[in-house]
């Protein structure tokens, strides 16, 4: 355990005597060593202490008479008999209460004296001769070296004592100094080789517990240049508007103190100087911001300062108040200035005493041309550009905040780990994203929502739904760091709570269904791969925490309205019965391949295009719709307001909003090219924007539509990549409510106004500041958008959002710059200044083209389908266009062969539609021509998605087979009217649209809403266990537990829609054989709907025969 110890005085101390003496011997061979190396120090006090003494008895002490008391150098102080005389800063009285020279006092410097008057008639004062600091001191005192005599010819009555004017104080002290070590005690570490720090709290521990960094800002300049007033007016906003620890050091409390025994010598101005250094740098090192505000004229000893801080890292900032003389006396609020004039004070600093002014100051205020706020505002940001508002360290750039939790978050594998990474992905459990999942893993791996490092445990869920904010820990100071990260613990609490809360508003999770759940369960790794509905692996999930999806609760608390018919409100009922949590690492940068991905940048990314924009603050402006002029405008205003607040490069981020949004929104595309345009234009159109001082971004989150809660996370979000700004409007993240509103039907859910107030008020928001959206027109006599003027509010006219659309859809084109209609509508014409040329025609092209299928509604995966390369495919797949045909055949249902040409009897060709962990539900489609697999759609026309869980199996069929709704089982249930199904469980994904050898093992008989719809089980052959897998029993043994999850699957895949449990006619397996019978029966009445058979077929069914090898040509 660390201890305190003295100090080393010499080089010897602490050394061996180079043999082991007994204990007394060697104690006593310590002491005196110590005592030899020491008595230099000793015999300095005992110096120090005569004087005292001699003071103490001087005619000074005991009588009346005059003193001057230095005020530490900077500004004086005559201190008289029993009574104080106020000396103006930097000077020397002349004069005194009468008119004779033998009462006068003054104040020395080092070619003067300082008279200590006695009181008595013809009693001439002791003097003090005042010499500059000694530069080179011996390491011993010799106190001969520092007495010198008094020029005056009058005797000292100092009754045998020492003359007080024969002794030198400044160059007593310097020696003092010199002959003493900077360290008398020091911590000594318990075992060797530990630093003093083991002895104190690290500095990074106490600024992160204090919520800022100690620092020492040194205000120099001449009297009257505004020291003290500008330090009071910075102190007074870090303490009441940011609760800071500020202290302020200036001429009045310390020369009733620490510096009261100082004069105005060189040497004593000089050891003010150090005093006060030496407070501030102990303040500074305790996290204190602190103020100091003297003349501290001589630059070498400021810059002494500078180097102590230097020395003990503490930021130090020398701040030179440059204000011209002239002003200065025009300004001389206390008349001194007035009475150097008159001849009143003398050594006054700047008149005739000299002030060194700094060469390389970090700060320069000339007071004279800023009003006081300006200059504390000036401070102030630089302060917080350095971060020192801040505990934490500076992990952004300057002038940009850290993110919450003061950690950069950026959960992507390294390069060198992602193969190994993924093949590790592959043995774990699967979990199913959906695409609006998948918007929140970006969101999450990209640091969008630090210091979140994955889906929220219920733990972080219930903070979130309750506080709208997260407890943090980042620096364990309460040995809660993993408070976030950690598996939800109900029955225990730690002894402290974490210290900070950071603003969290949204839920972030994942839902599973049960099938999913026990997957986890039953697994022995205690990590999950997230899997996208495409069936690609993005993530690895670990230590995964699996707990009820309470709904109800979730919407009612982060809506706080009643409409089952709200968009966002209807995919959290959706989603499954359970929710996972757990820390994700992202194997890939998530790309969507939809031509946006240029705009898509993590936000440390968008940090370092803000730092290499030399950006002192960012201002934040989110986007769901085309930017026009009237945005223009208020972005424009919103960076000259924050000049004049003092910054001098804000940058705007324009960021449109990427992920899920609802169907009647504004696609992606449009406005991601629409704002292209407006940074295009630059500043020739009063709708466009300077490239120079904007980034433009896309921000991936889904958007919730939740109103005030919503819009919290929206700020904070941005605050992610350096916004300290986030430009607000009305109702805020909100939206009209449905016909199924319980409050507000088809009006706004939330009030207007709210949405702004709650951000501002928000828990956790920090320092993060709002701009207020301003109502703009369009002024019709330059062709501006503007605040409007109100003495002519004819000239303006106001157009909204609903007239926007409705001219778009109309095709409206240019009006006529110098007559624009009072109705825009019936002219059909927008005015030229509303929006940039390029992008109106992009805005006009969507509106009338609304329905049409090429447009990107929000960030979803554009993927390859993972097709066969002997098929070819049209559309885009992942919608309804795709279509999928094979090149060597011209149906996928009819031409290709029932079997291999060559193999084993149990063996049939399977297509897989399907393929492993792929939950599009792809199907051959038997009416379209050639038979070509494409996506099911939902009723009402959306592409189909299993949403159960992860299929982990190739799902397919078998050509040339037909289940006949004609044929019935035992129960009376007819066939689905589709080819054989094939559920094929190897362990390797095979191709959409290859064919495959396959042996088959058994079969299950499902009864799916009244039809029968028969599985057929079957192993690749090019399986690695195909070779030990002939049938069912081979089968559980290879693979313990698979048909149980086949059976599962089955019954249970569609309840995650709301549909009801499916049956099996029969929980056992068929053999082999008997599912090769039903194979055999499904092929002939194949050959009956296409006429080959022996049986009569219907030919109302619908289908495309005409394939070759059906009904031919």
């Given amino acids: 355990m660390a201890r305190y110890a003295y100090a080393p005085l010499s080089a010897e101390e602490g050394r061996g005597t180079g043999r082991r003496l007994p204990h007394e011997a060697a104690a006593e061979a310590e002491r005196a060593a110590n005592v030899a190396d020491r008595m230099p120090m000793f015999g300095g006090i005992c110096v120090l202490v005569a004087i005292t003494f001699v003071l103490s008895r001087s005619p000074q002490a005991q009588g009346g008479g005059n ?30 209460s009468s008119s004779s020279s033998s009462q006068a006092t003054s104040v020395a410097t080092p070619s003067t004296t300082t008279a200590l008057g006695k009181s008595g008639e013809n009693n001439v004062p002791p003097v003090i001769q005042v010499s500059p600091p000694v530069k080179d001191a011996p390491s011993t005192v010799n106190t001969a070296s520092i007495v010198t005599y008094s020029t005056t010819s009058d005797k000292c009555d100092c009754e045998g004592k020492v003359d007080p004017s024969s002794i030198d104080l400044g160059a007593l002290r310097a020696a003092a100094l010199d002959a003493t070590p900077p360290h008398i005690i020091e911590c000594s570490a318990a075992s060797a080789g530990e630093s003093q720090s083991a002895c104190h709290l690290p500095k990074s521990t106490r600024y992160a517990a204090l ?62 100087v150090r005093r006060t250094g030496e407070i501030a740098t102990l303040f500074a090192d305790s996290g204190v911001i602190t103020l100091v ?74 007071t004279h041309e800023l009003e006081i706020e300006q200059s504390a505002d000036i401070l102030f940001r630089r302060l917080e550009m350095d971060g020192i508002l801040e505990g934490a360290p500076k992990i952004s750039p300057p002038g940009l905040p850290n993110p919450d939790g003061d950690e950069i978050i950026d959960l992507h594998v390294p390069e060198h780990l992602k193969a190994a990474k993924m093949e590790e992905a592959e043995r774990l459990p699967k979990v199913l994203i959906t695409d609006l999942d998948l918007n929140w893993l970006q969101v999450i791996g990209e640091g969008w929502a630090s210091p979140l490092k994955g889906f929220m445990r219920e733990g972080t869920l219930l903070e979130v739904l309750h506080f709208n904010s997260i407890l943090v820990d980042p620096f364990n100071l309460t040995e809660n760091k993993d408070i976030q990260s950690s598996t939800t613990n109900f029955e225990s609490f730690k002894q402290f709570r974490a210290p900070d809360r950071v603003s969290m508003s949204v839920p972030i999770t994942l839902s599973c269904t049960d099938y999913t759940k026990a997957a986890i369960e039953s697994s022995s790794h205690n990590a999950v791969a997230l899997t996208t509905q495409m069936g690609n692996i993005v993530a690895i999930l670990r230590n995964p925490e699996v707990y009820p999806n309470r709904k109800e609760e979730i919407v009612a608390r982060m809506f706080g309205v009643i409409d089952p018919g709200h968009p966002y ?16 690492e992202l194997l890939d940068r998530i790309r969507y391949n939809d031509g946006l991905d240029k705009w898509r940048k993590t936000s440390t990314e968008i940090m370092e295009e803000f730092k290499e924009k030399g950006a002192d603050t960012v201002y934040a402006f989110q986007t769901r719709n085309p930017t026009h002029a009237g945005h223009a405008y208020l972005m424009r ?16 981020w324009l960021s449109p909003l990427g992920g899920w949004t609802k169907e009647d929104d504004v696609p992606l595309d449009v406005r991601v090219n629409q704002h292209e345009e407006v940074l295009n234009s630059g500043l020739e159109h009063p709708g466009g924007l300077d490239p120079a001082t904007t980034v433009m971004a896309i921000w991936p989150s889904p958007m919730v539509y939740a109103g005030p809660t919503e819009v919290q996370f929206h700020a904070k979000s941005r605050r992610s990549a350096g916004a300290s700004y986030f430009v607000v409007g009305r109702d805020p993240a909100g939206m009209k409510g449905s016909h199924q509103a319980a409050a507000h039907p088809d009006d706004d859910l939330y009030d207007g106004d709210h949405g702004r107030y709650v951000l501002q008020n928000s828990p956790g928001i920090g320092s993060m500041k709002m701009l207020s959206f301003v109502k703009v027109m369009y002024d019709i006599t330059d062709n501006v958008m503007k605040v409007p003027d109100d003495s002519r509010l004819d000239d303006f006219i106001s157009i909204s959002g609903s007239k926007m659309r409705l001219l778009a859809r109309n095709g409206a084109v240019p ?35 609304i329905d049409s299928p090429r447009w990107i509604p929000w960030s979803r995966p554009v993927v390859d389908p993972g097709a066969s390369s002997r098929t070819e495919g049209s559309g885009k797949f992942g919608t309804g266009d795709f279509q999928l045909k094979h090149k060597d055949y011209e149906s996928f249902w009819h031409d290709i062969p029932l079997h291999p040409s060559s193999g084993e009897d149990m063996v049939v060709n399977f297509i897989t539609e399907i393929p492993l962990h792929m939950t599009a539900k792809m199907e051959v489609q038997k009416a379209l021509p050639g038979n070509p697999i494409s996506q099911d759609s939902n009723s009402d026309g959306s592409p189909r998605y299993y949403t159960y869980g992860t299929p982990f199996f190739n799902y ?53 809403e009244g039809e029968m719809d028969n599985k057929v089980l079957c192993i690749a052959l090019s399986d690695p266990d195909a070779s030990r897998i002939h049938n069912v029993g081979d089968l559980e043994r290879a693979k313990p537990g698979t048909v149980d999850r086949l059976k599962d699957w089955l019954k249970r895949y569609k309840t995650s829609d709301g549909k009801p449990e499916n049956a099996l006619a029969s929980e056992e397996v068929t053999s082999a054989k008997e599912a090769m019978e039903l194979i055999g029966e499904t092929h002939a009445r194949w050959k009956n709907l296409c006429g080959k058979g022996t049986g009569y077929t219907s030919g109302d069914h619908g289908f495309w025969l005409d394939a070759a090898g059906c009904k031919g040509r």
């Fill in 956 to 1008: 397919g069929y078998i050509p040339q087979t037909w289940e006949d709704p004609a044929l019935k089982d035992s129960l009376g249930n007819g066939g689905d009217n589709d080819p054989l199904d094939v559920m094929e469980i190897g362990s390797y994904r095979l191709e959409m649209g290859s064919i495959t050898p396959c042996r088959v093992l058994g079969h299950l008989e499902l009864i799916d």
């Fill in 211 to 272: 919520q800022q960094k100690g620092a020492t800002l040194w205000m120099t300049g001449c009297s009257g240049a505004g020291k003290t007033t500008i330090a009071t007016a910075l102190e007074d906003r870090l303490v009441k508007a940011y609760g800071k620890h500020v202290y302020r050091l200036d001429g009045d409390n310390l020369r009733t103190g620490i510096n009261r025994d100082l004069t105005f010598s060189e040497a004593d101005r000089a050891e003010s």
């Fill in 569 to 584: 409100i209807k995919e959290i009922y959706k989603g499954g019965d359970y929710l996972i949590g757990g820390e994700v």
């Fill in 815 to 849: 009006c006529s710059a110098t007559d624009i209609p009072t109705d825009l509508v019936e002219a059909n014409c927008v005015p030229s200044g509303f929006m940039i040329p390029k992008g109106w025609d992009i805005v006009v092209d969507y509106y009338k083209n």
């Fill in 637 to 652: 205003s919103a960076g000259e307001n924050l000049k004049k607040e003092g910054y001098k490069n804000p940058v705007l």
């Fill in 67 to 96: 003193a001057v008391i230095g005020s530490g150098g900077n500004g004086n102080a005559a201190i008289g008999g029993a009574g104080v005389a106020t000396v103006p800063e930097g000077t020397a009285t002349v004069g005194g």
């Fill in 293 to 366: 505000g003297l003349i501290s004229p001589y630059r070498g000893d400021r810059d002494a300062v500078r180097k102590r801080h230097e020395d003990q890292g503490i930021p130090f900032y020398e701040i030179f108040l440059d204000v011209p003389v002239d002003e200065l006396k025009k300004r001389d609020p206390k008349g001194q200035y007035a009475r150097v004039e008159s001849g009143e004070l003398k050594h006054f600093t700047c008149i005739d005493d000299p002030y060194e002014p700094p060469i390389n100051p970090e700060i320069t205020l000339k």
